[in-house]
């Protein structure tokens, strides 16, 4: 069942703009590599904002990513990822998410919007765990939040691959996002 019209309460949630704490953040991803195993990176991110209303339901998220920053622990893979044959760091330098909806469905809270990575936006949903909302030693009253989705990167123009000589392909079509966010309720 999707409940897109109602009004939901989330224990600590306050109205208000969220911005992103880039030091508790951390956006990582995973692929299949050779069919056998999976490659782990991360990126860093640029900047996100939630404008929250009363109602969650009608949240609005703005984020960017600084694919620039990839980092997979093997230097030779992340320059290649930078390359024109992933991201096209030289003319993509950001991947960005803007959300066009929220909803609840089965006791999910989904969050839709447009992810665009060089320069192809397709529509993603992103899956949100609520880790839970605290004041900080300084006073910011924080929220922490997971969201997952996964994307087929061919959608997105990154389609380089090998194939393998026992068969198969060297790098995965599907990639898993996630998103481990802690923002802060901007003061008035």
Not at 114 to 128: A, M, N, Q, S, Y
């Amino acid at each position: 069942m999707t409940d897109t019209t109602s009004t939901i309460s989330i224990p600590g949630y306050k109205a208000g703009t969220w911005v992103l704490d880039p030091s508790h953040s951390e956006v990582t991803f995973s692929v299949r590599h050779m069919m056998i195993s999976k490659v782990r990176g991360t990126f860093g991110m640029k900047s996100a904002t939630l404008v929250a209303p009363e109602n969650p339901l009608d949240a609005k998220v703005e984020a960017s990513v600084d694919v620039t920053s990839v980092d997979t622990k093997d230097e030779g893979r992340d320059t290649h990822l930078r390359s024109a044959d992933f991201f096209d760091v030289e003319n993509h330098p950001t991947m960005e998410f803007r959300s066009t909806g929220a909803r609840v469905e089965g006791g999910d809270f989904l969050v839709d919007g447009d992810l665009t990575i060089r320069g192809i936006t397709k529509p993603v949903t992103f899956d949100f765990e609520f880790g839970g909302f605290g004041v900080d030693p300084w006073g910011n009253y924080k929220a922490g939040a997971t969201a997952k989705a996964v994307v087929n990167r061919e959608e997105f123009g990154l389609t380089w691959n090998a194939a393998l000589e026992a068969g198969g392909v060297l790098v995965g079509k599907d990639i898993t996002i996630t998103l481990d966010l802690q923002g802060a309720l901007q003061q008035d």
